[in-house]
């Protein structure tokens, strides 16, 4: 697709980790950058690298509509990941049902392609190593199979409307700004970390960096409409080993003693129970667990031959930034 300097992108889930992270990108490439935001003081940072902030919501559309005005490509980052009792019908709302909005509202605005944001969680566990796109989906967890439903509506509204579509299944994603693996960082730099299980499952992670550039790729590269790229780091690793390898790099000596996972579950369970009549998140949730008990390996050689996607920030790397600016944050 033809884009170039002073074009106009907008990206819904600015104001979030990743959203964030592709709008200063492209705004650093002289785009025109417009994120969509309910809460605009939450993206408050991004006027000062010249990224327009436009308040709507994804639910509404008029506010689409407005935020798709003059837009020749959408970027939908948006998304809900709480699975609490009392948010479920939330994070299908947000990340199924308002897809087809989105995607109407910006063709009737004349946009000419969606990118639109899914997850590797739709494959669920693997069975076979490294796991390509066309990999069995079977999702775990309400988020998973609510990006499943969204793909699905995205690629029927898609060819209804007759605009360009390209989905995206990011593996998970770290980087300086993250809050996701900040708990596993602090832990393991505190020496309070005990690894649940025998560490033996393979993880793979994305730098957000990484991320952004595989994201720009697939808004520019012509060959991309219609198609569905798994983007992820350039290295999958044992859970064992990036636990030792976070150790390595915060100086400190990883605890020798294993947690079972079946104790593990227990602890958070009854984690569960007890923070949720208080309304709390508990510090302990299973299906945090899935980190060291699932199977992840993939395979970029898609994104490698169609979009020219090279992950850059290796794995060693990646850590060491994380760790320097959770550092910076005081949250080590």
């Not at 020749?72 to 980052?77: A, D, E, K, T």
């Not at 550039?213 to 012509?222: A, H, I, K, V």
Request: hydrophobic share 40%; net charge positive.
């Amino acid at each position: 697709m033809e884009t170039g300097t002073g074009s106009t992108i907008l990206v819904t889930g600015g104001s979030g980790f990743a959203g964030s992270q592709l709008a200063r990108s492209l705004a650093a490439r002289r785009y025109h950058v417009r994120v969509l935001a309910r809460v605009p003081e939450k993206a408050k940072d991004l006027r000062s690298a010249g990224i327009e902030v436009c308040q709507g919501d994804l639910h509404d559309r008029a506010s689409l509509e407005r935020a798709c005005g003059g837009v020749r490509l959408v970027y939908n980052l948006a998304g809900c990941t709480r699975e609490r009792e009392g948010d479920i019908g939330e994070v299908r709302a947000v990340n199924a049902e308002a897809v087809g909005l989105l995607i109407e509202s910006a063709a009737s605005a004349g946009v000419r392609r969606v990118v639109q944001c899914s997850t590797t969680r739709v494959h669920g566990s693997l069975e076979t190593l490294p796991a390509g796109e066309e990999a069995p989906l079977r999702p775990r967890d309400v988020f998973g199979a609510a990006k499943l439903e969204g793909e699905r509506i995205a690629r029927e509204t898609a060819a209804r409307a007759g605009i360009e579509l390209v989905v995206v299944r990011p593996s998970l994603v770290y980087g300086p700004g993250d809050r996701g693996l900040a708990k596993l960082f602090r832990a393991i730099a505190r020496r309070r970390f005990i690894l649940p299980g025998k560490g033996q499952p393979f993880v793979h992670l994305t730098y957000v960096d990484d991320l952004a550039e595989g994201l720009r790729l697939c808004g520019e590269t012509s060959r991309a409409a219609g198609r569905t790229y798994i983007l992820a780091g350039g290295e999958a690793t044992r859970v064992g080993d990036l636990v030792r390898l976070i150790s390595r790099e915060a100086g400190v000596k990883p605890w020798p003693v294993r947690l079972p996972v079946w104790f593990a579950y227990a602890v958070g369970a009854m984690c569960e129970g007890l923070c949720a009549p208080l309304g709390i998140r508990p510090p302990l949730e299973r299906r945090s667990l899935d980190l060291f008990t699932i199977n992840e390996a993939f395979d970029i050689s898609r994104a490698r031959a169609e979009l020219g996607y090279a992950p850059r920030v290796d794995l060693r790397e990646g850590v060491r930034r994380c760790l320097e600016w959770y550092r910076g944050q005081n949250w080590l």
